[in-house]
Every structure is written in structure tokens, then in C-alpha cells.
């Protein structure tokens, strides 16, 4: 969400709580022991704030934030691969010479990485990336991404502190559960640590033919439309209406699982999403703007690991 496009197929929470981790993987340990470093780090993280961003590790993988200029320019490298070279968008004359995916934001956000440390522990290990903008931050842009396709006044004038996320992708051979759940848990974290309210992002559907979405863009606005206070709008002349069917007849489980697994992944964790539809003709989706309160992201990630930690001890 930016997640400029959010579509790319990663995985995401199951039903309305965090999705348990997975049967032992290649990337991924399940012990007691790993279950109980892991709650060490996010307890550290509760109890100290200024202790900044601190690695969170799931086996050979690990999630923390890019420190340097090779690490930004590896995410770049990797968005580039998935959003033009898999997912067809179309990349401009600098796109394409560079084989980087970079625009003005980048500059001033903060990357969130996945790095599998089999690889390497920098730039050579990064597999996952999402990009992570507050508001102080897209005040030396000058605003937000998403601006650029929704009015999002109503967010600017909320009185607390805003993320916009997006960008975000995982390496094909990466897109098991393992890297998409320390993608989670570092958003969670990084929430907590910068006292985020709400978190928002383009999140992006395949394919620039509302009609072919009918049923996915109708569920969405009838059962996730965001309340007044939240609710951004497309631009006016971005504007898609997304209640193109009779919502009264669809099948509720299939639209939800048509949606990329990242925008159904914010949506099962409370989500919602603003008033129309904005078509992409170079990222080659249709966009939808998503917005969650934080304190349901970072809760029930809390919630979670708090419960394999009591597990882990009896």
C-alpha cells in the first residue's frame, strides 16, 4: 500500500487474527527456544522506545529497517524485478536503463527489509521490502504518494500521527509465509515505536478493467467502506465507481479470497477502504486506497506472540 502496487503476491493474515506460523521450512524455525528469542526482541521493544528499530529473526530470515544507500538500492533492484518484469508494468526511460524501481519518495522514507542471512546479512540477502513513509517525512516531499490519486484531506487534518505504507513485494521464491508474517511484525513494530494512529496505502487489484472487478470492488465498498472521518475519495477525475454489481448477491468468501492477499490481509485485520477506484495504467492495476487503524495491527500481533510466548513456557 503506498503500497504502490500492493498486488504482488504476498501472503497475509488468516481470518481475523494472525496467521500461526507454518510447519518447519527452510526459512523458518518453530522451537520454544526461537519462539522465545523472538518474544524477547518484541518485549524489548514494549518496555524501550528509544532503543530504535531492533532485527527481528525467524530462522535464516530477518526484518529490519535499510541502513544503507546498497540496501535502498537492493529494494529498488527487487521492486523493479517484480512490479515491471513479473507483473507488467511499464516502466519509463529510467526505469529501464537503471533496472530500479525509484521515485521522489524514497529518498525520505524508511525501507522496511526481508534478508535472509543465508545469502548475506546487506544488501545481497534483501528478498522483501516495504516502504514506510510518516508524516514528518513526506513533509520534505511535500506530500504523500497517495495523494496523487485520492483526495486524502480528511487524513492530514486527523489529529494524530499518519504512515503511509507501500511498494511492497517479496522475491517469488520467497512467498511462503515466513517472509510475509516478518514483514507484519516489523509494521507492527515499527508502529509502536513511532506512535503511529493510521496506516494507509494504495493497495492494487491486477488488471486496469474495473468491470472485470465488479464483484471484488463492490464487496469492498459495501462491507469495508471507511467511516466519514477516515474516508479519503478518489480524485475527480481519477474517480472509478467501485459498487458495480448488486452487492446483495455476492458471495461474500469468494470476493474476499479474489483480493491480493495483502489488501485481504488488512481488511481481516479491521481495515477499510476509501470512496472510489483509481486506475494505473503503468503499474498495469487498479488501486484502491486502504486504511487500518494501527492499534488493530499492532494489537493482535502483541496478542499473538504474547500467546506462543505462554505456550513456549508451559
Partial sequence: MTTKPAGAPISAPDNDT????????????????????????????????????????????????AETAEERDAAQALRYRVFFEELGAHPDERAFRTKRDVDEFDEAADHLLVIDHAKGPGAAGVVGTYRLLRSD??????????????????????????????RSCVAKEYRGRSAMQLLWRGIA???????????????????TDPDALADQLTYMHHNHLAPPALRIRA????????????PHVLDYRACLNKLPPLIKGYLRLGGYVGDGAVVDEQFNTTDVAVLV????????????????LRDALD
Fill in 18 to 65: 494472525v496467521a500461526p506460523v507454518s510447519a518447519p521450512a527452510p526459512h523458518s524455525l518453530t522451537s520454544s527456544e526461537e519462539t522465545l528469542r523472538q518474544m524477547e526482541t518484541l518485549s524489548t521493544l514494549s518496555l524501550n522506545r528509544e532503543g530504535g528499530f531492533q532485527e527481528l529473526r525467524g530462522g535464516t530470515l530477518g526484518v529490519r529497517i
Fill in 137 to 166: 517525512a513526506a513533509e520534505k516531499v511535500g506530500r504523500f504518494y497517495t495523494s496523487s490519486e485520492y483526495d486524502i484531506s480528511t487524513l492530514t487534518e486527523f489529529p494524530g500521527r499518519l504512515l503511509e505504507v507501500g
Fill in 189 to 207: 513494530s515499527y508502529i509502536f515505536l513511532h506512535r503511529i494512529d493510521v496506516l494507509f496505502g494504495c493497495g492494487s487489484l491486477p488488471g
Fill in 235 to 246: 480524485l475527480p477525475d481519477r474517480y472509478v465507481e467501485m459498487q458495480r454489481t448488486d
Fill in 293 to 308: 487503524k494501527s492499534e488493530l495491527l499492532a494489537d493482535k500481533y502483541y496478542r499473538h506472540y504474547e500467546r506462543r
